[in-house]
């Protein structure tokens, strides 16, 4: 199993069935509709997957994560942190704070974050690390993780600097910051479960 990021289409996104995201999206638009701001209801349809298309999004959280965290404390503030590190559902629009959503049907709330306010945080840590521009601009299916793997470790020979100190923190960082590109680009939520 594990944990995944992955894209979510319309018919997912808007589902109240078990595996659906319909509570997360009436618990959004309600909040959105309260704070004053245009319900979220332009969410694209799920497309084929076409590998390299940049139409989907999905990597598993795999690498340890004690690296990533120490660049964050070293590089974002504790608030910038929990922006970055702390939500469940990221969207494609702005959100001056994140929305807090307590889930029925889960024990937990869900934290949802704008990707607008995600990408500079990410792109902080990227120039960081000296993220290098050969990493994948898609995760498709997994393109990361594989990357990651293999790719990876043989550019760090060649190209130094330092990302290559610690792969599975330079997996992160390229993960958030995919994730809230993709997010951006398609105009789709992502979700991590």
């Known amino acids: 199993m594990g944990v995944y990021l992955v894209s979510v289409g319309a018919e997912e996104w808007f589902d109240d069935e078990e595996d659906g995201w319909g509570e997360v999206a009436a618990g959004l638009n309600a909040e959105l509709t309260r704070r004053g701001l245009p319900t979220y209801e332009n969410v694209p349809a799920e497309t084929a997957f076409a590998p390299?298309?940049?139409?989907?999004?999905e990597e598993k959280l795999t690498p340890s994560t004690t690296g990533f965290f120490t660049l964050c404390q070293t590089h974002l503030s504790r608030e910038e942190s929990e922006i970055l590190c702390g939500w469940t559902v990221i969207v494609p629009f702005s959100l001056e704070e994140e929305i807090w959503l307590p889930i029925e049907s889960a024990d937990h709330e869900s934290m949802v974050a704008g990707a607008p306010q995600v990408l500079p945080l990410a792109e902080k840590l990227a120039a960081a690390i000296d993220l290098p521009p050969e990493t994948p601009a898609?995760?498709?299916n997994l393109d990361l993780s594989r990357w990651i793997r293999h790719e990876a470790k043989e550019l760090a020979t060649t190209?130094?600097?330092?990302?290559?100190?610690?792969?599975?923190?330079?997996?992160?960082?390229?993960?958030?910051?995919?994730?809230a590109q993709h997010s951006i680009r398609r105009g789709c939520p992502i979700i991590c479960t």
């Open 52 to 57: 390299g298309s940049g139409q989907a999004f």
């Open 159 to 179: 190209r130094t600097g330092p990302w290559t100190k610690d792969l599975d923190t330079a997996f992160y960082v390229a993960l958030f910051l995919r994730a």
């Open 138 to 140: 898609t995760c498709d």
